[in-house]
């Protein structure tokens, strides 16, 4: 069972930054398209960013220049850097890794006070 552990959140002001992180546990990572998500209280899930086998990143339009997603294929790990966080960005985000099969972090909750 391939499992996938997020780290980097918590309680920022808006305007502030974090930087999440998402390991997994998978043998072969660099293949895989990896991704963020979130969830707001209320809310369904949604997509915020991705990132491709050959680096290539899509965003949401709610965080793109703000956000930034990347790929450590050594170390099987994903980031997502936030920038200029505002109160609409306060969710659980969750890491999610595509394949023959799918899996998911336990989230990591971010919150951002205005």
């Known amino acids: 069972q391939v499992q996938l552990v997020e780290s980097g959140g918590g309680l920022v002001q808006a305007g502030g930054s974090l930087r999440l992180s998402c390991t997994t546990s998978t043998t072969i990572f660099a293949i895989y398209l990896m991704s963020w998500y979130r969830q707001a209280p209320g809310k369904q899930r949604e997509l915020v960013a991705q990132?491709?086998?050959?680096?290539?990143?899509t965003y949401a339009d709610s965080v793109k220049g703000r956000f930034t997603i990347s790929r450590d294929n050594a170390k099987k790990t994903i980031y997502l850097q936030m920038n200029n966080l505002k109160p609409d960005d306060t969710a659980v985000y969750y890491c999610h890794q595509s394949g023959p099969f799918t899996f998911w972090g336990q989230g990591t909750q971010v919150t951002v006070s205005s």
């Open positions: 990132i491709g086998s050959q680096m290539h990143a």
